[in-house]
């Protein structure tokens, strides 16, 4: 069964944040930042961090813990 990496879906939905900002506010495509928030790619550690900090989110939140 497939199991998501991260959860930024997860914690963006629920904080009512959209991905076309967070990619504004990245300076990335929209594209780029679909992927991370799908699973179908994986942020680096910095770009997971610079995810986090952008809205204030403890980067932990963004990780599935094991």
């Known amino acids: 069964m497939y199991k998501p ?3 930024i ?3 963006f939905e ?3 944040i959209k991905q076309t900002w967070l990619a504004e506010k990245l300076g990335k495509s929209f594209c ?3 992927s991370y ?3 179908r ?3 680096s550690l910095d770009v997971l961090f610079e995810i986090a900090k952008i809205p204030n989110i403890d980067p932990k939140e963004l990780i ?3």
Request: with cysteine; glycine share 4%; charged share 35%.
């Open 9 to 11: 879906k997860e914690v």
């Open 41 to 43: 790619r994986q942020p």
């Open 32 to 34: 780029i930042v679909n």
């Open 37 to 39: 928030v799908c699973n």
């Open 14 to 16: 629920k904080r009512g």
């Open 64 to 66: 599935v813990s094991k």
């Open 5 to 7: 990496m991260n959860r």
